[in-house]
């Protein structure tokens, strides 16, 4: 089946730091994926939709000079969360779904991210 | 304002009963309807879908009732078994296509006791 692979699974890091976490569609390509966010308890909050070739489109609230989204090829998204700080400590976590399919969403297995 | 809504956060079971895990919705153009499990430190896996034009789709010991009217759904795992043990998660999104992203519910923490 569909594999989606993230990476790191997870960072800890020092505040102002900057930290790349990259989705991959491993066995199919897919021209838009899907950053989550989750906090403890919380559903999982859509923060942008990333779009092959072309910019992000971020939810409301969800800051893009702060979580830079870049989708350069139809199997890779990364998301930068630039000068992190504490309160960017989080569950991130992407999904993909095979362009032109009727497939479900297959999702990353997330990345811990904690500021120190 | 939550569009999807699992008002149970948590569900224990005895291994070989009935799990039922209920969701509603409030957004009228959801029309396709997801629920994945999750594990610790891993990521969801799908488990099971239905459209809007069914009422009832079943996957082995897993099946999905979707009531439009009343906008709920629930899934339904039967027979329970320990492994079964984790957090599902129902979501749902307007049409059924790749540039659609989902609406989650916050999830409910499944236990299947032994």
């Known amino acids: 089946g569909a594999v989606v692979s993230q990476h790191p699974s997870r960072v800890i890091c020092k505040s102002g730091t900057s930290v790349k976490i990259e989705c991959r569609s491993l066995?199919?390509?897919?021209?838009?994926m899907f950053w989550y966010r989750q906090f403890p308890k919380k559903s999982l909050m859509l923060m942008a939709t990333?779009?092959?070739?072309?910019?992000?489109?971020?939810e409301q609230g969800v800051e893009k000079d702060k979580f830079l989204i870049n989708h350069a090829s139809l199997t890779l998204s990364t998301l930068t969360v630039t000068s992190a700080h504490p309160e960017d400590s989080s569950f991130y976590i992407c999904s993909a779904r095979p362009t032109g399919s009727n497939q479900p969403q297959h999702f990353g297995d997330g990345t811990r991210l904690s500021i120190l | 304002d939550q569009q999807v809504k699992q008002n149970s956060p948590s569900l224990s079971v005895q291994e070989g009963r009935i799990s039922i895990l209920n969701c509603d919705y409030t957004n009228s153009m959801f029309d396709y309807f997801l629920w994945y499990k999750k594990y610790p430190a891993e990521g969801p896996t799908f488990l099971i879908s239905i459209s809007s034009i069914k009422d009832k789709n079943e996957d082995g010991r897993f099946t999905v009732f979707l009531n439009k009217s009343a906008k709920h759904l629930s899934l339904h795992i039967v027979p329970s078994q320990p492994g079964d043990s984790a957090v599902y998660f129902c979501a749902a999104s307007a049409w059924n296509s790749g540039n659609t992203p989902l609406v989650f519910g916050k999830g409910t923490r499944l236990s299947v006791i032994a």
């Open positions: 990333s779009n092959e070739g072309s910019k992000a489109t971020y």
């Open positions: 066995d199919f390509q897919a021209t838009t």
